[in-house]
């Protein structure tokens, strides 16, 4: 990735504001991603950290699988165009997650997502929820996008 396609990617992940293409991704970034930062930006990683909003529990007061795998699903799809791949990511193939623990409102979080592998039509991402107080992972997920071709098919 060059240098001015890189700082990009950084300026969009530090600057965007919630302007959306729908009204869906408006509410999603308003309800989840809202409080979000970007701590980190490097080739085919990316680091946010947060502080849990009371929005984003769930019945028993924690945070929200709901909420986690959304973050699973956003987040990992950012690490690809960090990776010098286009914004146009494709589509999500498989979001797993595994919660491990608990995490709390107003606990500080931080969630890094890693690019895996890219193939010529698949990416693979893998993303760490830790506490930041302690480093504990809390959850994981690993998020699968098939990644849309530029060649015209000869079919």
């Known amino acids: 990735m060059g240098k001015t396609e890189f700082e990009s990617v950084k300026r969009y992940l530090e600057n965007n504001k919630g302007e959306s293409e729908s009204e869906t991704r408006a509410f999603l970034e308003h309800l ?3 409080g979000l930062r970007l701590n980190l930006i490097e080739p085919g990683h990316v680091v946010f950290s947060m502080n849990i909003p009371p929005r984003l529990l769930n019945s028993g007061n924690y945070l929200h699988g709901g909420a986690i795998t959304t973050l699973v699903d956003l987040i990992g799809a950012a690490a690809i165009p960090a ?4 914004w146009d990511s494709g589509v999500s193939l498989e979001i797993n997650l595994s919660c491990l623990d608990a995490a709390y409102a107003h606990e500080e979080i931080e969630i890094d997502a890693r690019v895996l592998r890219v193939g010529k039509t698949i990416a693979a991402v893998s993303v760490e929820f830790r506490k ?3 480093g504990q992972i809390f959850a994981q997920g690993r998020h699968t996008k098939y990644l849309p071709s530029t060649i015209a098919s000869k079919l």
């Open 32 to 34: 989840i991603l809202r």
């Open 132 to 134: 930041k107080k302690t």
């Open 83 to 86: 990776a010098g791949f286009p």
